[in-house]
């Protein structure tokens, strides 16, 4: 046996061998309880801004308790990626953060969730003490798997006032017609009408969000997402399609939105410098103003609800976005009485205020007391008048539907604004979800 | 890390080992197995184990949770019946193609120029290699940033960027996806073709000159046929970089406009880390290894590297 196929027998063992460990590795899954840190609760969530007030949670609940909390906060981009990679392993996190809905929703059909009723059977505050039209995103066939923690983020219609002023526009759009107006007033005007971050793709899809909720209600995406796909062929989503439609060849985004983001800066400053009059954003659009331009913020920007669209099944109080963010516990964590005590947490009054002083909208009961020690408590108090009167709170698209999903739907959202496909296309792609 | 993994694999220096000892030298004092040895362990492990990992996952549906479920040819044919699969790797074909048709030219006369003796050489070829220094995320948000349509430069100069939409379109985006590549990659291949220049005998020029051969003729003549060993290396690297290109693709174009730049190393990631689909994500990336596989033979086959035994064309 020569040299050359000695090695290539030997290595096509090796590799072999190798394969075989490896298989064993990845299939082996989730340990049992045992199997985790003694003494130690992690707790991982989305590294932001508002960590902070978790760090002076997680201070608070560790003075008392012999089970300490670690916080593992990873970087925003690539939370979903990492948790999912890491759930069903040794070193899955105890609680985690998440955005409920379609987020949570392969990891009960795994198994991998702690059902949180029995908690709440113990403490009903767990349930009671938060707005039920927020609770429910995390209620997956009838049992509790999140808390809510961090705020909620409604998307509101922002706009620049001095710009709608110079344009003759007095009061924002109410109606879809009266927004079909402005645009032209707008375009008279020579600003866009409306700022898109089309290349981020979400932005474009809050405008799906909320036609298909006013023209058809929220009734044909709950039926799409309990997988009757039918519904996107239906009279009403074409109607909705032929809106979007009507309002992009009206030229109310420009051209050039496919180049914008909004995650680097680009449409907000549009908004900002008075180059466009609207941009439908969450309400996080706030802070990113008051961030790069405090004076516009405080002074020039200004906000309202999604018009109405007249002859349209939907409530026109209902919202779409983000309705909170969640801490769901897994099953296998070894320490589930600390869990739950952790949790408990979240309605404290020191937890409402202090996100509040970041400038986040927690949904408790309890949130609307101290609504004016927000930094800008009119805004504050206008979204939280928003949630809790809405008949109905849309997740966003891309968070109901899981994980999988979300290139599919944006796809087809960036695909149909720019024209490159046609109502047809637009059903085929949701139908093939 | 695939594409330094790869680049690594792909450099001429692997498969010398292998080949035996030219007639008429002495084989004594010459690398052996064992030189190779530490070398190919490290390959098994994180080269060739993963890849018959890839290969086993591709025949299996796993999102990443539970075990993966053996569900056949499945994957394989989703793939075969999906137009954004067969659409990837025509796009990949021509961002190899666009890649190696600009860098080359531009690379081989920056790296003869700065092979030469020329004042102030110096210090422009260390200006011209910056952007080799600058890593890739870095420099795909930077030219993000610099054509944003309304305040960046096509901001500036409407007269030759039109409204600006530069990444909205499909030519536009492919168009700033090809620029920045040569902007990166076009110092790496000039320090290989500065070194390759470099390492010509003068005694040709000197031969050249008496002759009568002008620099033109110098350079058709002499420098071009030497450099032909170090173009195929580097237009091998080149295929391969081209290839597995995808941190530009993710933050300058995330794919669009729809599926415009969607090459198929960016597809691999959308469809394993973005909709937690490892089976078809490891479909894709076996078809990324045959293809770059069957590209790199017919380079060395068309080009007759395999037959050359001199890194000097013609001594």
Known sequence: MNNRTWMSRSLAGTAVMMLGLTLAGCGGGGGDASSRPENELHVAVYGD????????????????????????????????????????????????FNWGGGSIANFVKADLLLPLDDFIEEDPQLKDAFLPSVFETAQIDGKSYGVPMRGTQPVMLFNNSEVLKQAGIDAPPATWDELLEDVEKLKAAGVTPIALGGADQWPTQMWFQYVFDRVAGESLFQAALDGDTEVWDSEESREALGKLRELIDAGAFGTNFDSVKFTDGGSPTLLSSGRAGFELMGSWAYATHLDANPEFAENVLSYSEFPEIEGGKGDPHNLAGNTNNFYSVHKDTRYPEEAAEFLKLMYSDEFVQEQIAIGNLPTTTNTEEFLDEASNPEYAKYQFDLVKNAPHFQLSWDQAYPPEATVTIHTAVSQFFSGQIDEDGFIKAMQSL | MTTLATRRQAGPGGSTTSRPARPGTSSVGRPGFAWALPATIFFALFALVPLAAVAVLSFTSWSGLGDPEFVGLENWETLIADPVMLKSLWLSLLFIVLGVVTQTPLSILLGVWAAGHQRNRAVLSAIYFIPLLLSS???????????????????????????????????????????????????????????????IPPVLYQAASIDGAGMMRQFFSITLPQLRNTAITSIILMVVGGLT????????????????????????YQEAFQSFDFGVGSAIALVLVVVATLISLVVVKVSGYDKMNSSLEGL
């Open chain 1, 49 to 96: 801004a508002s960590n902070k007030v978790e760090e002076a949670m997680v201070a608070k609940f560790n003075e008392t308790s012999d089970v300490k909390v670690v916080l593992d906060t990873i970087p925003g981009a690539d939370y979903q990626t990492k948790l999912q990679t890491i759930i069903d392993t040794d070193s899955a996190p105890d609680v985690f």
């Open chain 2, 137 to 199: 995320a870095a420099i795909s948000v930077l030219w993000r940033a610099l054509l944003d349509p309304n305040f960046g430069l096509p901001g500036q100069l409407p007269w030759l960027f039109g409204d600006g939409n530069l990444l909205g379109t499909q030519a536009g985006a492919i168009g700033v996806l090809i620029f920045v590549g040569m902007w990166q990659f076009t110092p790496f291949h000039t320090l290989i073709y500065q070194g390759a220049a470099k390492g």
């Open chain 2, 245 to 268: 290109t995808f941190e530009t693709v993710l933050i300058l174009t995330n794919g669009g406009p729809g599926t415009d730049t969607t090459i198929t190393a960016f597809y691999m």
